[in-house]
């Protein structure tokens, strides 16, 4: 609905008023007919309903397509609202077609969207906003009442058919007001789903991270219960003291303890992330990778980030909205200083005895000229407030996405330094290990030894990695949820062994691969320099 | 004490020293003969000079001299060389003239020797002629009976050498670091007379060890007894040549020792005589048949024996730890221990293992891969299997066919038929029972 549609509707109303209404005052005893009375509302209820018509009805998705859409461009995935049972059930399915294969990322993000019973609650609130919009773009419906009086043999009777009549005159500005609430909403709404799948996110690499070191604890596990059976038969031979034996044993023990610890984050993480993707009962059986995703094989350029950001971001459109409510307060003013009146009726009063009146009031609280000039003022001050407010916003927007971008950039550097350097070094030795081993020159305790202590690079690879996808997500939802087309287009590579496994061979070079991007610094400034904030803020609010 | 003018004026020395040795003074001294090739040269028939029957130096060779003026001039080059110790494993030593050990100098009794001594080394250095009598000036001690040789310099040492035997050299400035790294050499004086104790075959070699850590190259030159590699002229098994003997040689084996420890020197299939000491030649009526002759540190032993059984016989020291390349010496005992399940487990984790030790350390012949530069622990195959031996060892090779002047490997003995350990074929009634004493006699015999 725009103020177009609304004019000549205002004006409409407007005229109908002047010509049948009769000024009456409050309380005062009217002689009149029931028939004329029921008359008028009726000629401006069918003058309303014809400007109104095609304005105030209700949407068949609830007003659900553009945050559909926003999420679709954002997150590529598909959010849906289950208004009724069969939506509910065809949900259902779709979540045990997901929940049958092992959940990677984008798929716990989807299942989120489609199952999270508190982002549907959220959806609701659109349907709630929507209903605020399609009424306020209705006529209200006119009251009747009726009140008899009977004392000192005089009879009063007083009807009176009343319509909110301000709401008819602010009717056109409810819609607007109404329609802006539910664009908020929309924006809320997505927000909330942007907001819900970094959760998801964040949860996920907790989980798959958690179940990962259990996997590398399990073998450390391994490690040390072989060496302390190898000790328990070394001391049964007569080759090993008690204490070497112990001492073996406790070690053993010792990483009972961890794995158990390890365990219990694991299931806890996997817990969260059940609870994030609204699952429970039997669907609590999803099944997960082994290992988080592999780094993206090259550093992740983003350099259009701050834009993208500026374009997407929930707070700086919420600022930009702010403006331009402010902007459309501007021109609110020049119509509603002549109508300042929150609640006014039509009044027919009658009473036994006395000639009817009819009529309406509007006051007028303040003088027009000074009152309009103050809230003139008023509003412009506010009016610039706003376009500082947005610029402040989007200030602290880039700078929030250039930290959130450094903080990616640098946790892909340890993470690739993990996996190009220390992997391979760590393996190398191990390998050494093994070939001292074979040549009489160290004991199997040794190689039980260095792969217990291998744990130790793998657990800091599977944290260095786990940062980087948190970085990552951190950095996606500081950017609305999206990610910058630069990043977009990069392929990951197969996955690589996280895990160190002895089998495979390390790389006679534990230096940085050839054809390896150049590592540039992550403080790198980015393409596009700070004072564009300012200026698209202000050309924006110009624009309202 | 060295002044700080001291220091300066030395260092100028050296740096025009340098110069000098390699433009003009060289020119007029003997060539410095190299040679890089670990292999046994064939002995120095002498061009000059007294007769003599000139040695073998096992895996080593024999410096050539420049007679002048009735001078026998050598010319001596301390300088950081690369040894081969056995194949696929090679060594940063410090030699001479290529080597470590140096080559070996053959004079006759009653010679008169100048020795040119060029120190290529980054540090200063001295060699003392060990067991010569001569002056007390030419004995290389650096600091007691000479200034050190500097990086770059050339010294010269003169003495007549008085009496026939066997010696070595060696450095007397930073010793142990300097022989650690490999600094030493063979020295042989012939008696005047050739007729005197006369011999076919006389091999000489020196007795070193070094600690070269797995997957190195350069020995830790501070280590005082935890030494890996046991070798014979910085070689060791399966680096060491053979001696080869035709049937009824006399066959002489010098043996200097410069390593910390003692070395009995043991010969499989003959009795020997040790013939020769530090001293000199030892009477034959004080020569002790032995089989096994302890070479102390800093000793020189000659043996002698007529090679009469044809074979392959085994020399090697009787440490048994010396018949060994690099081992694990915390390597726990796993003698006696199951590993069959514990290994399932380990595989898991470390698929290439394979466990080892439970009946003992024999590999069975198995290779696996090892450390890069490092020498199995034991190898070495004959015509019969594994050898599984290192360090210390080689084997005396007498053949009846061999040419007199042959040096050469003539590969494995072929014994004859029926004088071969073999696998009892019958059955086992037919043996001789194995008596056992009753479990009390052992208590008792314990008493006894």
Known sequence: MTSAHLSPMTAAVSTSLTRNATASRAHRRVAYTARRARRTPLVIAAIATLALSGCATFSDDGG?????????????????????????????????????????????????????????????????????????????????????????????????????????????????????????????????????????????????????????????????????????????????????????????????????????????????????????????????????????????????????????????????????ATASDLGLTRVTRFVNVLDTAYRDNSATGSASERGYEISLEVPLFDWGSTRIAGAEARYRQSIDHLADTAVAARADVRTRRAQTLAAWDIAEHYRTTLLPMRQRVSDEWLLRYNGMLASVFDLLTDAREQRDTVLGYIDATSDYWLADAAFRESLGGGMPESSLSRSPTEATAPVASPASTAPSAPATPPGAPPATSPAAPPATSQPASSHQAQRHGGGA | MTSRRRFLRDASLAVVGAAAVERTSLAALPDAASRSDASTAKPLAPPNGRPYRPVATLNGWTLPWRMRNGVKEFHLVAEP???????????????????????????????????????????????????????????????????????????????????????????????MMQMAMGLMGFWVTHPKDPSFMPVDRDYV????????????????????????????????????????????????????????????????????????????????????????????????????????????????????????????HDVPTMLGVNQREIAKKITRIIPDYMAMGETGASMNGMEMPIPENTLPMMTGTGPYGPIEMGGMFTTLKVRQDLPRDSYRDPGWYRAPRGTVASPWQGSTSALPSTHRPPASAGKTGVKS
Request: proline content about 6%; charged content about 20%; overall charge neutral.
């Open chain 1, 64 to 324: 659900f397509a553009p945050v559909a859409d926003a999420t679709q461009q954002r997150l590529g995935k598909s959010a849906v609202w289950a208004r009724d049972d069969a939506a509910s059930q065809a949900l259902a399915k779709q979540r045990d077609d997901l929940l049958a294969r092992p959940l990677d990322m984008d798929t716990a993000v989807q299942l989120t969207l489609l199952n999270h019973r508190g982002l549907q609650a959220t959806y609701a609130e659109l349907g709630i906003a929507e209903a605020s919009l399609v009424q306020a773009g209705r006529l209200p419906n006119p009251r009747f009442t009726f009140q008899r009086v009977q004392g000192g043999g005089d009879v009063g009777i007083e009807r009176t058919w009343g319509i909110d009549f301000v709401r008819v005159l602010t009717m056109p500005l409810a819609s607007r007001v109404e329609a802006r609430r539910f664009a908020q909403v929309q924006a809320q709404v997505t927000q909330a789903i942007v907001a819900q799948a970094t959760l998801t996110r964040r949860a996920w690499i907790d989980a798959v991270a958690a179940q990962e070191r259990v996997q590398i604890l399990e073998q450390t596990s391994l490690a040390t219960q072989a060496a302390s059976e190898l000790a328990d038969g070394m001391a049964r031979a007569g080759n090993f003291s008690a204490m070497r034996r112990t001492q073996e044993n406790l070690v053993y023990a010792d990483t009972a303890a961890r794995l158990a610890r390890a365990r219990e984050q694991a299931s806890a993480a996997r817990e969260q992330l059940a609870r994030q993707m609204g699952l429970w009962g039997q669907q609590l059986s999803f099944t997960l990778p082994q290992r988080l995703p592999a780094l993206p094989a090259t550093r992740p350029a983003s350099a259009d980030a701050e834009a993208l950001a500026i374009r997407e971001r929930a707070d700086v459109r919420a600022a930009r909205a702010a403006l331009d």
């Open chain 2, 81 to 175: 060389v690369v040894r081969e110790i056995a194949p696929g494993m090679q060594a940063n030593l410090w030699g001479y003239n290529g080597q470590s050990p140096g080559p070996t100098i053959e004079v006759v009794e009653g010679d008169r020797v100048r020795l040119y001594v060029t120190n290529r080394l980054p540090e200063a250095t001295s060699v003392h002629w060990h067991g010569q009598r001569l002056p007390n000036g030419m004995d290389g001690v650096a600091g007691l009976n000479q200034r050190a040789i500097a990086p770059g310099q050339t010294y010269v040492y003169e003495f007549e050498a008085k009496r026939p035997g066997t010696f070595m050299y060696h450095p007397h400035a930073d010793e």
């Open chain 2, 205 to 328: 070699f020196l007795i070193n060890a070094y600690a070269i850590d797995p997957g190195t190259r350069t020995p830790r030159v501070n280590e005082m007894t935890d030494f890996n590699l046991w070798t014979w002229n910085s070689r060791a098994f399966p680096g060491i040549d053979p001696l080869v003997a035709r049937q009824g040689d006399r066959v002489r084996i010098r043996i200097g020792n410069l390593t910390m420890t003692n070395h009995p020197i043991h010969l499989h299939g003959h009795e020997f005589k040790v013939t020769g000491t530090d001293g000199g030649w030892v009477p034959p009526t004080a020569q002790w048949p032995e089989v096994t002759t302890d070479v102390a540190v800093g000793q020189m032993r000659a043996i002698e024996f007529d090679a009469t059984e044809p074979g392959d016989w085994a020399l090697h020291c009787h440490k048994s730890h010396h018949t060994m390349n690099p081992m694990g």
